[in-house]
């Protein structure tokens, strides 16, 4: 007797969209902190607003993926995050890193190697005597770079678990339909809330991809994710020290 599965698959599919709702509403909640601590921390280069961004920041991109997975009742294995093929993922992942700073290297001009260089809680934390300035570039580090990237790879799964099947992982939708995701929050955040204009590259687009890609084959081909994660810590907001 044959048993009709479509149901099923269709109320799995409900489910993902619903996850990702979820996880993406996570992002205009914590506008009000921005717009609430925002003057401080512009003010204030000091260690509280080092926490303040740092809170903002695990609220805009790392909460509601934890949310998720704790009313799925998924575990961090679930998405890669274990100790199988923790080596073929970290190696696999070193062409992408590569690739993205011999990329960011020829767009600025010279050599690139301090991860994180531009952001704000770096710059904040450089200035600030030990350990403050240590725990601040710790905190920046974990949260834009492991816990981002693991909210990059959970949102990545549940598109890829979302769309149909591809036989070979590198036609794969998902890191497509993530990178217009990514650019339209990175450009609508920097136009409307920050007030700056979006610089339009092809080097910008490329990294762009390549990030989606990293954060995307890992998981696919070694079924691991280690690799995106130390990927997403070295590539965000590359630089000279």
């Known amino acids: 007797m044959l048993i009709n599965t479509q149901p099923k698959k269709k109320n799995q599919k409900l489910s993902i969209a619903i996850d990702l709702g979820l996880i993406f509403i996570f992002l205009p909640l914590s506008l009000p902190l921005f717009i609430l601590f925002g003057n401080y921390i512009n003010a204030n280069s000091n260690f509280i607003s080092v926490v303040l961004l740092s809170i903002i920041e695990f609220c805009a991109a790392g909460l509601g993926a934890f949310v998720v997975m704790f009313i799925r009742k998924e575990s961090f294995s ?3 995050i274990k100790k199988d093929n923790i080596k073929k993922s970290i190696l696999f992942t070193l062409s992408f ?5 011999l990329l960011k290297s020829i767009d600025a001009g010279g050599l690139v190697y301090f991860p994180m260089r531009t952001h704000t809680t770096v710059l904040y934390s450089l200035n600030l005597s030990f350990p403050f300035n240590l725990i601040g570039i710790m905190l920046t580090f974990l949260t834009w770079g492991i816990i981002e990237g693991f909210y ?5 799964k549940k598109i890829d678990d979302l ?4 036989l ?3 036609f794969s939708l998902a890191p497509i339909v993530f990178y217009l995701y990514n650019f339209i929050i990175h450009y609508s955040i920097r136009t409307f809330i920050e007030g700056r204009a979006y610089e339009f590259s092809l080097i910008g687009t490329l990294t762009s991809l390549l990030l989606a890609y990293a954060m995307t084959m890992p998981r696919k081909l070694t079924n691991n994710s280690w690799g995106s994660l130390i990927y997403q810590t070295l590539q965000n907001g590359i630089g000279k020290l």
């Open 78 to 80: 679930d998405y890669g």
């Open 97 to 101: 890193i590569v690739i993205m700073i």
């Open 152 to 156: 990059y790879v959970v949102i990545i």
């Open 163 to 166: 769309l149909p099947k591809t």
């Open 168 to 170: 070979n992982p590198w």
